[in-house]
């Protein structure tokens, strides 16, 4: 499963990237609220940080709106992804768009027919919204299951965006049950980094180098 980060922050992403680890980079209205600068010069930089697919969304309601603004992102930068709502004006703006060989993420995909219907429309990746089910006290990773599933057989090359997520289980999970991708905010991925056992494994290691080498001094 492929690793992007879900921020518009700049250090965060530059921090991830410095991992190695990074394939991708999304980004929404939401994020874009919580950090400085203009969207374009974002998604500029974002592409310079990372070499893969960026996503940066549409705010348009209706198709033909839509479609502009998706063409006046895309052209950005060839790693940007239009990201376009799940809704019936949203899917008429992803076939005309992928007409044109423009990639759209369809976001905001909660049900396996959703998921069905982005496909047959012409989107690159489908983004199902786990946490914001969990929030409602439904279980997200069974509606993500339903949707992997629902698009193996699918006849239309869709990736499986997993969103929405809040902890390394989930991340975990989408793993296991065959997700292409995982756009993780980046307090999760420092969540990821780390386990007691690994921070005392590497203390002792340093230590009982050191009490070697002290040894070696004295001899
Ligand atoms: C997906 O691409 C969205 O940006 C994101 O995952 C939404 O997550 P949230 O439910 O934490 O806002």
């Known amino acids: 499963m492929k690793l992007f980060v879900d921020t518009a922050d700049l250090n965060d992403i530059e921090t991830i990237a410095g991992w190695g680890v990074l394939d991708g980079v999304t980004t929404n209205p939401t994020l874009l609220s919580k950090v400085e600068g203009e969207p374009d010069d974002i998604y500029r930089r974002v592409c310079e ?20 603004e998706g063409r006046r992102l895309a052209a950005i930068h060839p790693n940007i992804v239009v990201k376009l709502p799940m809704s019936a004006e949203g899917l008429a703006a992803t076939a005309t768009l992928a007409e044109d060989d423009v990639r759209v993420n369809m976001t905001l995909v909660f049900t396996a027919p959703q998921a069905l219907l982005a496909s047959s429309a012409g989107a690159a990746f489908v983004s199902p919204f786990l946490g914001r089910y969990d929030d409602i006290g439904e279980n997200g990773v ?69 009490a070697r080498r002290a040894r070696g001094a004295e001899a």
């Open 142 to 210: 069974e509606r993500l299951r339903e949707i992997v599933e629902s698009l193996e057989t699918s006849l239309h090359d869709t990736e499986v965006l997993a969103a929405s997520i809040r902890n390394p289980v989930h991340v975990t999970e989408a793993a296991r049950m065959g997700a292409d991708i995982a756009t993780i905010p980046p307090k999760v991925f420092y969540q990821m980094l780390q386990h007691p056992l690994t921070a005392k494994g590497i203390d002792t290691f340093t230590q009982d180098f050191e």
């Open 49 to 68: 940080l990372v070499n893969g697919p960026v996503s940066a969304e549409v705010v348009a309601e209706a198709r033909a709106e839509m479609v502009e």
